[in-house]
Antibody, heavy 113, light 107 residues
Framework: QVQLKQSGPGLVQPSQSLSITCTVS????????VHWVRQSPGKGLEWLGVIWRGGSTDYNAAFMSRLSITKDNSKSQVFFKMNSLQADDTAIYYC???????WGQGTTLTVSS | DIVLTQSPATLSVTPGDSVSLSCRAS??????LHWYQQKSHESPRLLIKYASQSISGIPSRFSGSGSGTDFTLSINSVETEDFGMYFC?????????FGGGTKLEIK
């Protein structure tokens, strides 16, 4: 069955970066893209970006300068990296299969010193 | 960016009631509107895609309608497992945006 499993740190200091790995199973990254979405009490659900099956990316303009999404098809892994984190980046970060029919379990991030 | 406004913010209902949740877009998005349910500490679950298309495994009491700027999620005879948050999302243009949500709670 389709699964997306996320791994990454829960606590990051201000100005540092966040790296999350989304490991997928039940589908191929050469057939489907993967989106990244975050959720916070203050800003709700925000779409961050997507990596398409061919490897191209689209980013939310609000995050484009500090966001990078890459992947390794052979390992079925998608890599999310956001730089220059601040307190208002505190949120739950999700990966989701294109079509949003399957989501990862979420990575709860706190940005604090 | 397209703004999605959901109403009401909170809906208090009794199991067995039928309800309608609204999502209004700031500009026309055709039928590129999707509905999600989210329970506490869980990831969103896709309920309806493209305004009215059903999703495999989702109970038939959930249905969607609308196009353009006005959309509705209907739940026919609410069950206790249906309580939680409901969000709409548009995929008509980038960035994909979400509504602020409607909380469905037990009266």
């Amino acid at each position: 069955q389709v699964q997306l499993k996320q791994s990454g740190p829960g606590l990051v200091q201000p100005s540092q970066s966040l790296s999350i790995t989304c490991t997928v199973s039940g589908f191929s990254l050469t057939s489907y893209g993967v989106h990244w979405v975050r959720q916070s009490p203050g800003k709700g659900l925000e779409w961050l970006g997507v990596i398409w099956r061919g490897g191209s990316t689209d980013y939310n303009a609000a995050f484009m300068s500090r966001l990078s999404i890459t992947k390794d098809n052979s390992k079925s892994q998608v890599f999310f990296k956001m730089n220059s984190l601040q307190a208002d980046d505190t949120a739950i970060y999700y990966c989701a299969k294109n079509g949003y029919d399957y989501w990862g379990q979420g990575t709860t991030l706190t940005v604090s010193s | 960016d397209i703004v999605l406004t959901q109403s009401p913010a909170t809906l208090s209902v009794t199991p067995g009631d039928s309800v309608s949740l609204s999502c209004r877009a700031s500009q026309s998005i055709s039928n590129n509107l999707h509905w999600y349910q989210q329970k506490s500490h869980e990831s969103p679950r896709l309920l309806i895609k493209y305004a009215s298309q059903s999703i495999s495994g989702i109970p038939s009491r959930f249905s969607g309608s609308g196009s353009g700027t006005d959309f509705t999620l209907s739940i026919n005879s609410v069950e206790t497992e249906d309580f939680g948050m409901y969000f709409c999302q548009q995929s008509n243009s980038w960035p994909h945006t979400f509504g602020g949500g409607t909380k469905l709670e037990i009266k």
